[in-house]
């Protein structure tokens, strides 16, 4: 199954869903564009794929999740002010010092 994150106008994560393989499917082949339209024509709004195990966008959108386009990935909201994002992983990390 493939998963898609509806996005409000900032980006952060309003909905996620599951749409079936067949959905994406143009000539045997799954097409995340093909899955978007799907998504839009069906229900309306800003729609873009997810990956449940995380093996693109970094990380499985949640809701209240934000998409940066720019590291095309899905950001959990930040946890804590002392918190820093990992470039690598897009995942927050807060230090421990004591």
Known sequence: M???A???DNDEVIE???VNNEELLIDGIEVEQKGIDFCENLFGGKW?????????RKNYAGIGYTYDAD?????????SDDAVLDEITCRWVVSDVS
Do not use: C, E, G, M
Not at 48 to 56: E, G, P, R, V, W
């Open 71 to 79: 590291r095309d990935a899905f950001i959990s909201p930040k946890p």
């Open 48 to 56: 873009i794929q997810t990956s449940f195990n995380a093996t693109f």
């Open 16 to 18: 996620v869903i599951v």
């Open 6 to 8: 509806k996005l409000n």
């Open 2 to 4: 493939a998963h898609f």
